[in-house]
């Protein structure tokens, strides 16, 4: 961060020469306040000609500074994508929050330049990962200097890591971020019009004892999602964001579900695990809640058996499953007189 001090007081003594060029270049400027009204979120979509226009062909120190992202449709990537969104909040709440203070709003522009269809204007600036952003401040002219980027551990993917970059580079507060509510107050209205209309029939319907929450099917159905869900490590899947599969690092053609490793879990090997655990505990309810109805006691033995054996394989393969990952041997649940 020791190459990052002067940018600050790099940024405010462009700012205090910016006077200089309001007769020689005040069309630029104009041009993209009338760019960023036209976009929804205030972000400004770069093109060859227009990187040519308002950055390499201007002389320094230009009269306004430029906060670039750099996207790739193409790349079809949801967390990408999801990037862009939240850059997008941060352009939005910065023209929100300075929308009275043209002299601040109109010296910093929000803009993007993307990959697929501005591979000029995305070569100029020699970018290696993405997602990436650029501050190219009114003093900018090595468009390849790397003092003016992100850091590579603090793009988190987050509107947050956008704004702490931002005042950290120009010392401008951007300001509390505006996100777009969940729903709209025409979809809130709708919803609760729905629920007013049918709460007379509902009321109705539970007096009687006739919804979904008096079946106990749906209340059983519930049981064994929740166990499935429980045993499997589907919510760490979820939170971790882990894929069901990947590809074979020496074989691009091969699929790899289940990866040898503790460190690492893919979520093919949860599920797999997770119905194991699912077939023993549906036989062990069977068992202990329905066979013993059964009249037929040869019926009971012989489904007993079945249930016993099946359980055995099951739980074997669970232990061999945790073996060949972790590398651990799990003590044999075999009597000792068996080996």
Request: include cysteine; glycine fraction near 4%.
């Amino acid at each position: 961060m020791a190459d990052h001090t002067t940018l600050p007081h790099r940024f405010f003594l462009s700012i205090s020469l910016l006077s200089i060029l309001t007769v020689s270049q005040p069309d630029l400027t104009k041009e993209l306040v009338s760019l960023r009204s036209s976009s929804e979120s205030g972000v400004i979509r770069l093109s060859d000609d227009t990187v040519s226009k308002f950055i390499t062909s201007v002389s320094t120190p230009r009269p306004y500074s430029l906060i670039i992202f750099f996207n790739s449709v193409e790349l079809n990537s949801n967390p990408l994508q999801e990037f862009r969104r939240e850059f997008a909040f941060v352009s939005a709440s910065f023209i929100a929050n300075n929308n009275n203070r043209s002299d601040v709003a109109n010296k910093v522009f929000f803009c993007e330049i993307d990959e697929s269809s501005d591979s000029e204007a995305f070569g100029l600036f020699g970018i290696q990962f993405l997602p990436q952003i650029c501050l190219v401040d009114p003093l900018m002219e090595n468009l390849q200097d790397k003092t003016g980027r992100m850091e590579e551990e603090d793009v988190d993917g987050t509107a947050e890591s956008v704004v702490e970059f931002i005042e950290s580079r120009t010392n401008l507060t951007v300001g509390p971020l505006h996100r777009p509510p969940l729903l709209s107050k025409t979809q809130i209205s709708v919803i609760v019009a729905l629920i007013a209309i049918s709460t007379p029939f509902l009321i109705k319907k539970v007096l009687k004892g006739e919804t979904v929450l008096h079946n106990s099917r749906v209340w059983l159905f519930c049981t064994v999602l929740v166990y499935f869900f429980s045993v499997s490590g589907t919510m760490h899947n979820i939170i971790k964001g882990m894929p069901m599969f990947v590809r074979d690092h020496q074989d691009s053609n091969k699929l790899v579900f289940f990866y040898k490793g503790e460190n690492f879990q893919l979520g093919a090997e949860g599920l797999s695990v997770g119905l194991l655990y699912n077939v023993v505990g549906l036989l062990l309810a069977y068992v202990t809640n329905a066979l013993v109805r059964v009249r037929s006691v040869s019926g009971q033995r012989v489904f007993m058996m079945l249930a016993m054996v099946v359980s055995l394989l099951a739980v074997k393969k669970v232990v061999y499953l945790n073996s060949w990952k972790t590398g651990y041997e799990i003590q044999t649940y075999w009597p000792s007189s068996w080996h």
